[in-house]
């Protein structure tokens, strides 16, 4: 017996909390706890909260002030979130493709970091914060075995509400949505099972627990048809083997770093930010293959500052400010941070010699 699962039915997780001391019925290989029985169209408050109350991205090339914008979608008013949003901070008519981010067992420390990242290349970023939950507690660390049911299920609720909430935007491209999770959130994102994404991205785990704890390497459950990138650092020492990616549809696969960051409770290897430049790259191929991003030109790219100053001056005199602030707005409107960052430092540069 197959269970399908959709929005306007009760979302059930597949695995109950540790102190739900009672047999649960099983359908299919499904184990449902009847008690954890989840709606989606009418959540538990802990669970909005880690939506309502999260830092979430807009990129400049979508937005009226040309430069990443962060919202909330806590009700200010009588208007919809979604449609306040389109208001203040959107261009008219724009289709944004996005990024669900599931943040590691500590917090959303990462989280600005791979915002900026992925606004370059035009994508909205969601950031569910898992801590905005009364009494939610850190579970690094030992004991994993102990508490990996229970975080598995806190972590897809979490997804699963923000997918929701997503899915009724319409200046969202729905065609291009990515699941992406780190370390703790990666071990949640590696069972996501459901539909609604067209990509999965998996930093730091090796799906070791998509099917219950296990010690050996699992795989995804991203359903077929779903791309699915998996990054890891071969010295770490828990996930550093990596998933068993058995799929190659829109380029996935996986891949292990030379180094990535240092963590005390997990050795070399583990942290994996938008400042690695191997991650990067691969994110940055993978994106073309799921889903056809392809990064803007850098109008900046083999410019230097000072040569460009003078340049202006030369040429435009006392307007060389307005040009240099004109080709900012320009690489903005393009979604070129890049550019719009070198042209800016351009105009810093020649607000100095003015004054």
């Not at 010295?235 to 696969?253: A, Q, V």
């Not at 940055?284 to 790219?301: D, H, M, Q, S």
Request: with cysteine; net charge positive.
């Amino acid at each position: 017996m197959s269970l399908k699962i959709t929005w306007k039915m009760l979302v059930y997780e597949t695995a109950a909390h540790p102190s739900y001391p009672y047999p649960v019925p099983v359908f299919g290989g499904v184990a449902i706890p009847t008690a954890d029985a989840f709606d989606v169209n009418d959540p538990p408050a802990e669970v909005v909260a880690t939506w309502e109350g999260a830092h979430h991205f807009l990129p400049g090339s979508a937005t009226l002030s040309g430069t990443m914008e962060q919202v909330s979608f806590d009700q200010k008013g009588p208007m919809e979130p979604g449609k306040r949003i389109a208001r203040d901070y959107l261009k008219p008519g724009v289709k944004i493709p996005a990024v669900i981010y599931l943040h590691n067992c500590s917090g959303s420390q990462h989280v600005n970091g791979w915002a900026e990242f992925f606004s370059e290349f035009g994508f909205a970023f969601f950031a569910p914060n898992s801590f905005l939950r009364p009494g939610r507690k850190i579970y690094c660390g030992r004991g994993i075995s102990r508490t990996i049911d229970y975080r598995m299920k806190m972590r897809t609720r979490e997804a699963l509400y923000a997918l929701h909430q997503v899915k009724k935007l319409p200046w969202i491209d729905q065609k291009r949505l990515i699941l992406m999770g780190f370390s703790e959130g990666a071990f949640a994102a590696s069972g996501f099972h459901y539909d609604g994404f067209i990509a999965h991205i998996l930093l730091a785990t090796a799906c070791r627990f998509t099917h219950g704890f296990s010690k050996s390497p699992g795989s995804p459950s991203a359903p077929n048809g779903v791309a699915v990138l998996n990054i890891g650092g071969k010295e770490d020492r828990l996930y550093g083997r990596g998933c068993n990616i058995r799929r190659d549809n829109g380029g996935s696969k996986k891949i292990q770093l030379e180094y990535a960051g240092t963590d005390r409770s997990v050795g070399k290897g583990h942290i994996i930010t938008s400042e690695h430049p191997e991650a990067v790259a691969a994110i940055l191929k993978f994106l073309e293959a799921c889903c056809g991003i392809t990064p803007p030109k850098n109008a900046g790219e083999g410019l230097d500052v000072s040569t460009e100053v003078m340049k202006l001056l030369k040429e435009f005199d006392s307007m060389a400010t307005f040009f240099a602030q004109m080709r900012a707005d320009d690489a903005a409107s393009k979604g070129d941070e890049k550019g719009k960052k070198f042209w800016l430092n351009v105009l810093e540069e020649l607000e100095k010699l003015r004054n």
